[in-house]
């Protein structure tokens, strides 16, 4: 099967932009749809994209999804971070018979 | 409101047998799949399977396939994940989460998540 591979742990300033990279190690990324979840410490996860792209009603515009096939990665944005953008995040996609995967996720500190 | 209700905590010896449940409520449960995630202390999650309560098909991950099954029992919106033999290495969190449904063909991801079950395998 195919694996997501995230960084383990990406920092960033109050307010400032961060991207998290969620590359696919085979097949197409764009042959499946990619979700991105939040996971706080002791809490379920929470998802933040769907979709590759779409946000579920209450998450905010701050957060955003894209794919690239040229580099078959997701990316997932968030921009103007504030202190409770920090968690862990987690990319999800599927293979050809709908078999999923997680990344690693990736640890975002905001400092 | 779409809700999944799953026991806290079982604890349980190596070597039992244990069927975790996840309640479903507020939505058609037979028209959506519904899978099961593990979280091992302190790492990662891990998605193990998903099944489709309407026709019981269900998807396992390879690394999950042959050690546990999944199913569910539609007539009471439940679904849920079972060991025959449990390993200490079994224990941890495990997640239900309902799939959101089909877009133009391609699945969706997990939209709506239990509270988690913490399954603690020890002699």
């Known amino acids: 099967n195919f694996m997501l591979t995230q960084p383990h742990s990406v920092s960033e300033s109050p307010g400032k932009t961060v991207t998290i990279s969620c590359t696919r190690s085979s097949g197409s990324i764009a042959s499946n749809y990619v979700q991105w979840y939040q996971q706080r410490p002791g809490s379920s996860p929470t998802t933040v994209i769907y979709e590759d792209n779409q946000r579920p009603s209450g998450v905010p515009d701050r957060f955003s999804g894209s794919i690239d096939s040229s580099s078959n990665s997701a990316s997932l944005t968030i921009s103007g971070l504030k202190t409770e953008d920090e968690a862990d995040y987690y990319c999800?996609?599927?293979?050809?018979?709908?078999?999923?995967?997680f990344g690693g996720g990736t640890k975002l500190t905001v400092l | 409101e779409v809700q999944l209700v799953q026991p806290g905590a079982e604890v349980k010896k190596p070597g039992e047998s244990l069927k975790i449940s996840c309640k479903g409520s507020?939505?058609?449960?037979?028209?959506?799949?519904i899978g099961w995630v593990r979280q091992m202390p302190g790492k990662g999650l891990e998605w193990m399977g998903i099944i489709y309560p309407g026709d019981s098909d269900t998807r396992y991950s390879p690394s999950f396939q042959g050690q546990v099954s999944i199913s569910a029992d539609k007539s009471i919106n439940t679904a849920y994940l079972h060991w025959g033999s449990l390993k200490a290495s079994d224990s941890g969190m495990y997640y239900c989460?309902?799939?959101?449904?089909?877009?133009?063909?391609?699945?969706?991801?997990?939209?709506?998540w239990g509270q988690g079950t913490l399954v603690t395998v020890s002699s």
């Open positions: 989460a309902r799939v959101s449904g089909y877009s133009y063909g391609r699945l969706g991801g997990f939209d709506y």
């Open positions: 507020g939505y058609n449960f037979n028209g959506h799949w």
């Open positions: 999800q996609s599927y293979d050809s018979i709908n078999r999923g995967v």
